[in-house]
């Protein structure tokens, strides 16, 4: 049969104390470490003035007699229990008890020793049971007394007194035995073998040895114990105490004794035992600190797990030695706390932080400490323990923090939070964001009728009244509720999605109601937009397909998967195709079958890459001739990215492919026209040279040799020596012009620092600009290096230079500035000048034409800013002119991106020539 578990420790010392007779506990050094409160009573005197002190202080034997016969006699019976490892019943010893009346009474003890075996089986405590014999024993030294008076003495007592008749071998015994055993008083019972007959059959050998050796022997007391079986078969533990009476030879003849039944006593000793052993494996199992002490708060027990944490003993944890492991914020409230409970009897608690020996940190502790009280109340004994709480105190830090996180996430979400507890919907929680909406009046604790005053007339409460009978969430969406504008106090519309879910507990019940808020304004009131715009949507869908419909171009949508949606009617116009069928259906049937291939694989190209295309392919038309057509579509995509629809056009493109081809026959015509002029030219200018060289040298060879008498031979010969000049400048204009070409497709461009190259182009013409006494600036800070062909780049500088040292007005100095200039994404050349300046409206249309001069009292050929403007325009760059007659010119050459400067632009440098 399975026993049910204690649900509280068992007091032992309430069960100590409950023995009926004295019992006291001795260490191996004879000193009092536990006593009954039967012993208490016998020596008239409290526990604690008894515990701690050594036996003969508490017992202090007869002035007269020998002490160290005495404590001979008991350390006598220490070796034989030690060798025995059995009880053994002491001879009466006499001892001088004092009084609390100041008194001495002298009393007669006799004492049974029984050892206390630890774990180890070693020996740990002696377990006194201490029999007041003084009666008995001034009975005896009185003499014999009346069988009367015996009789009535047995009567009295509460033990079963015998008499035995050793010569007779007869029992006699009181009524007593008959009440405690259960055998009648008859002849049968009154015999040595009908008591041998119930003495337990493990115990008569030993019984009958000691009884041998008591009667054989000198003593005349003898005490056993045994167990003897009683009437209804039950076995009763007794303890005989007997005085033996001898004959004048010694010899015993009679035995008078007392039975006690100490079943009970035994039973609640072997209780005692057990749950002080299941006590010590329970203490010293735990992975707590268990500990007990004496009412004073002595420490005299600690548990192993005490031991290993702290790595201390009893002895050193005693009188706050323990104290060294705390912390030391801790220690002094510790014991402040302590020693109040200690006399106010209230149970001790608190939480510190002890070290453990092992990591030599500190870990956080539960110590309690519960006051054991016997029957008058008294404390003797309290029983502590303390648990690890750091890892609970660590996860409650945590918990915490991460409320606080949750509060903080529920205050700044926009969301409208609220609990209501009880049948009056009281509010237990309620989010910052609800309670501006309610003006600052809802906070925890008040009815929700209280906070919103008119929720009855809303039907609200009668709402929240039937969640908690149906325990099932209800929903709204889109509630309408007048709102005050906190800043301009005007009532406005907003509308909000409400959900009320009732929370329920572990038996199903509803405990409170969740509701849970947010605003839907925005939603409604884009919905109504989106309803609004998708009207709009479609009008213009309308619009666009009337649109599409009156366009010449073939217009198709198709789904992202190439499914058509639509296509415009022109379609089928053109194909002659049933509008049955949609265009995805239809165009393979009517594509050109060298088209086919290519143009699904660029389709799905473009499907992969969601992108895009343009490409020309051949539909055949209703008639069977196959028409080029442009084919260009478009994705829409949606905000991730992915394609929603395609958008796109056919358009017809042959008549244009068939004049692309003509321009190209034209253009392949032209180049060869303009390639045979440029050879033309050069071949001319080549040609010329020569015999232009042979006409100059004969024409010097006859002015330096032949004699004229015209007068105006003089003026006939420079007119001549102009035109030869004239002829030389244009056939080395045309040379330059040839070369502009060639340089542009032999010549590599290359960086071109400007502040040499314009040094160099300087140097060439520093008569010109000395002979006018020219001011000349050059500022190329911006970008101090061009990447260009270089020489194409000097003839650009010589001309622009050359041209404003020619064009110099005469009535004031001649100021001329080389910029460069870094103008959104590509470098710029300044060449200004403050000369006579150029009739744009005049000239403007006329300004880069071939052998085009405006000023006429300078010589020259007409050629140069022609040829500037064909090497910028061979660049890729454009040639501007700003000008103002009697003010002055500014040329700007914008090059292409790719003449852009090679060095980040930086302070303005000013280069004064």
């Known amino acids: 049969m399975q026993h049910p578990t204690p649900t509280e420790p068992v007091d032992f010392q309430l069960l100590f104390d409950a023995l009926p007779v004295p019992y006291l506990a001795l260490d191996l050094e004879f000193v009092l470490v536990a006593v009954n409160e039967m012993m208490c009573r016998a020596v008239d005197q409290p526990r604690e003035a008894l515990l701690g002190r050594h036996f003969h202080e508490v017992f202090p034997t007869n002035p007269l007699s020998d002490p160290d016969a005495v404590l001979q006699q008991w350390e006598l019976t220490l070796e034989e229990v030690r060798a025995r490892l059995r009880p053994v019943t002491m001879p009466v010893q006499r001892y001088n008890l004092p009084r609390t009346n100041g008194r001495t009474e002298v009393r007669y003890w006799q004492t049974t020793v029984r050892p206390v075996l630890g774990a180890d089986r070693a020996l740990r405590y002696l377990l006194c049971r201490a029999e007041d014999v003084t009666a008995r024993l001034r009975m005896e030294q009185e003499g014999a ?61 030993q019984l009958e040895a000691r009884m041998n050796e008591a009667l054989t022997g000198k003593d005349n007391l003898l005490n056993v114990e045994y167990r003897l079986r009683k009437a209804d078969g039950t076995w009763a533990y007794v303890a005989d105490r007997a005085f033996i009476v001898r004959d004048a030879e010694g010899a015993a003849t009679r035995l008078v004794g007392a039975m006690q039944d100490i079943t009970d006593q035994r039973q609640a000793e072997r209780e005692l035992e057990q749950s002080a052993a299941r006590f010590r494996a329970l203490t010293e199992a735990q992975q707590h600190m268990v500990w007990t002490t004496t009412p004073e708060g002595v420490l005299d027990y600690i548990n192993p797990y005490w031991k290993q944490y702290m790595g201390v003993s009893l002895a050193e944890a005693r009188n706050w030695g323990w104290g060294a492991h705390a912390h030391p914020d801790d220690l002094e409230r510790v014991r402040q706390e302590r020693e109040r409970t200690l006399r106010t009897g209230e149970l001790f608690e608190t939480e510190l932080r002890l070290r453990n020996t092992t990591s030599a940190g500190y870990r956080w502790f539960l110590a309690r400490s519960y006051p054991v009280r016997d029957a008058n109340g008294l404390i003797t004994q309290w029983v502590g323990t303390a648990t690890d709480i750091h890892d609970r105190r660590e996860a409650l830090a945590l918990l915490q923090k991460k409320d606080q996180q949750l509060q903080r996430i529920i205050d700044t979400m926009p969301a409208y939070i609220a609990l209501m507890t009880g049948p009056g919907h009281v509010l237990s929680f309620i989010n910052d964001n609800l309670n501006k909406l309610l003006g600052g009046h809802g906070r925890p604790g008040l009815p929700v009728t209280q906070v919103v005053p008119d929720i009855a007339q809303s039907g609200l409460l009668q709402i929240l009244d039937n969640l908690i009978v149906t325990k099932e969430t209800f929903s709204v969406l889109e509630a309408p509720f007048t709102i005050l504008n906190p800043d301009t106090q005007e009532p406005e519309l907003h509308y909000y999605d409400f959900t009320y879910q009732p929370l329920l507990d572990e038996e199903s019940q509803s405990q409170a109601v969740l509701m849970f808020a947010v605003e839907a304004t925005e939603r409604v009131l884009a919905r109504r937009e989106a309803e609004h715009l998708g009207a709009e949507i479609s009008r213009r869908d309308e619009r666009l397909r009337r649109m599409m419909e009156a366009l010449p171009n073939i217009s198709y949508i198709n789904e992202a998967s190439g499914v058509g949606h639509y296509v415009s009617p022109q379609w089928y116009a053109y194909t002659g195709l049933p509008g049955t069928a949609g265009i995805d259906e239809q165009w393979r049937l009517v594509i050109h079958p060298d088209d086919l291939v290519r143009t699904e694989e660029e389709y799905a190209r473009a499907r992969k890459e969601k992108r895009g295309w343009s490409f020309e392919i051949r539909f055949r038309r209703y008639d069977g001739e196959y028409r080029w057509f442009l084919n260009q579509t478009m994705p829409e995509l949606d905000v991730r990215g992915n394609i929603v629809r395609w958008f796109g056009t056919n358009t017809d493109i042959t008549e244009l492919r068939q004049l692309q081809q003509r321009l190209e026959q034209q253009n392949q015509e032209l180049t060869r026209t303009n390639q045979d002029l440029d050879n033309f030219v050069y071949t001319a200018s080549h040609d010329l040279k020569q015999p232009i060289n042979n006409m100059a040298g004969i024409f010097h060879e006859l002015v330096g040799s032949a004699h004229f008498s015209d007068p105006d031979a003089g003026k006939l010969i420079s007119m001549f020596e102009r035109a030869l000049q004239q002829i030389f400048d244009t056939i080395h204009n045309l040379s330059d012009l040839v070369q502009v070409q060639k340089l542009r497709q032999e010549i590599l461009a290359e960086p071109i620092p400007l502040a040499g190259l314009t040094y160099e182009v300087l140097d060439s013409i520093r008569d010109q600009t000395a002979a006018i006494g020219a001011i000349i600036e050059l500022d190329v800070a911006q970008v101090p290096v061009l990447e260009f062909v270089r020489p194409n780049l000097r003839s650009i500088l010589y001309n622009l230079l050359s041209n404003a040292v020619k064009y110099a007005a005469t009535d004031r100095t001649s100021r001329i500035t080389i910029q460069s200039l870094w103008q959104e994404d590509h470098a710029v050349l300044v060449v200004q000048d403050n000369g006579l300046g150029i009739d744009l409206k005049r000239y403007g249309s006329q300004l880069f034409q071939m052998f085009r001069r405006f000023h006429v009292h300078v010589e020259g050929s007409g050629m140069g800013l022609y040829l500037v403007n064909r090497i910028v325009q061979s660049h890729g760059g454009r040639l501007e002119v700003h000008s103002k007659v009697g003010e002055g010119t500014a040329f700007r050459v914008h090059f292409a991106a790719a003449g852009a400067a090679l060095a980040a632009p930086r302070e303005p440098i000013l280069h004064s020539l």
């Open 145 to 205: 007394f009346s069988k009367e008076s015996y009789e009535l003495l047995t009567r009295a007592t509460h033990d079963t007194v015998w008499d035995v008749d050793l010569r007779r071998g007869s029992i006699w015994r009181n009524e007593l035995f008959t009440e405690r055993f259960g055998y009648p008083l008859g002849p049968e019972q009154a015999t040595i073998e009908f008591w041998r007959s119930c003495v337990h059959p493990d115990d008569l050998a």
